[in-house]
C-alpha cells in the first residue's frame, strides 16, 4: 500500500473552528493532492503541493508537505458546517506516475 | 460542474447477473479511471486507459472489464456479479494526472 494509514478517521468540531488532516504516505511522490468528497458526490480537487513546495495555500485552505516524513496536512480556517465531507489525499507512485493513490480519508463533521 | 458523467446511478442486482456502467467525459482528457470505493470510503484504482489503451490493471478480478470506444468513454463490464462488488465506482479523467475530475459515481449493491 502507497499509505501508512487504511482506515478512515473520523472528525467532529464545531462550525468556526480551525482544523487539521494529516496523511503520511510510504513511497516517492512529486505531487501531493488533497481531494473532497461530499455525501452522493465524486472527490473534487482542493488543493495540489509540489514536492518542492513546503505550503501552499487557497482560501481558508493550507497544504504543507514534509518531504523527509513523508506526511502532509491539510487544515481549513473558520470552518463552515459546508465543509462536511471526507478529505483525502493522493500521490502518484515512483512505479506509475499515470495514476493517483488516495489514502484512507478524513471524515470531517463541523456541527452548525 | 459536472463535466464526467456515469450511469446509472444505482444498481440492484443478484449474484451472478452480467451489470455494465457508462462513464462519459467532455473535458477532452486523454485518460479515464475507474475506482471502486467500499463501504469504509476506501478509494482503490481499478483501470486507467490513456487515449484508448490500458495503461494500469491493479490486479482486478478478470470479471471485471474496461471497454472504450474512443477517449471520452470508458464502460465498465462485471460479468457475474459477487457479493464483494458490492460498492461505488466512480469514473474519473485527466489531462496529466494532476488533477482528476470525478463522475457522482454509480453505486452496486448485490443481493
Known amino acids: 500500500s502507497q499509505w501508512g494509514e487504511e482506515n478512515l478517521q473520523a472528525l467532529s468540531i464545531q462550525e468556526g473552528e480551525d482544523v487539521t488532516m494529516n496523511c503520511s504516505y510510504k513511497?516517492?511522490?512529486?505531487?501531493v493532492q488533497w481531494y473532497r468528497q461530499k455525501s452522493g458526490k465524486g472527490p473534487a480537487q482542493l488543493i495540489l503541493i509540489r514536492s518542492n513546495e513546503r505550503e501552499k495555500r487557497s482560501g481558508r485552505l493550507r497544504a504543507t508537505l514534509d518531504t523527509s516524513s513523508q506526511s502532509s496536512s491539510l487544515s481549513i480556517t473558520g470552518t463552515l458546517a459546508t465543509d462536511t465531507a471526507v478529505y483525502f489525499c493522493?500521490?502518484?507512485?515512483?512505479?506509475?506516475?499515470?495514476?493517483?493513490?488516495f489514502g484512507s480519508g478524513t471524515k470531517l463533521t463541523v456541527e452548525p | 460542474e459536472t463535466a464526467v458523467f456515469q450511469t446509472p446511478n444505482y444498481h440492484v442486482t443478484q449474484v451472478g447477473n452480467e451489470v455494465s456502467f457508462n462513464c462519459k467525459q467532455t473535458?477532452?482528457?486523454?485518460?479515464m479511471y475507474w475506482y471502486k470505493q467500499d463501504s469504509k470510503k476506501l478509494l482503490k484504482i481499478m483501470f486507467s486507459y490513456n487515449n484508448k489503451q490500458l495503461i494500469v490493471n491493479e490486479t482486478v478480478p478478470r470479471r471485471f472489464s474496461p471497454q472504450s470506444s474512443d477517449k471520452a468513454h470508458l464502460n465498465l463490464r462485471i460479468k457475474s456479479v459477487e457479493p464483494e462488488d458490492s460498492a461505488v465506482y466512480l469514473c474519473?479523467?485527466?489531462?496529466?494526472?494532476?488533477?482528476?475530475?470525478f463522475g457522482h459515481g454509480t453505486k452496486l449493491s448485490v443481493l
Open positions: 493522493a500521490t502518484d507512485a515512483e512505479s506509475n506516475y499515470n495514476v493517483l493513490y
Open positions: 474519473a479523467s485527466s489531462s496529466n494526472n494532476e488533477r482528476l475530475f
Open positions: 513511497t516517492y511522490t512529486t505531487v
Open positions: 473535458l477532452g482528457h486523454d485518460t
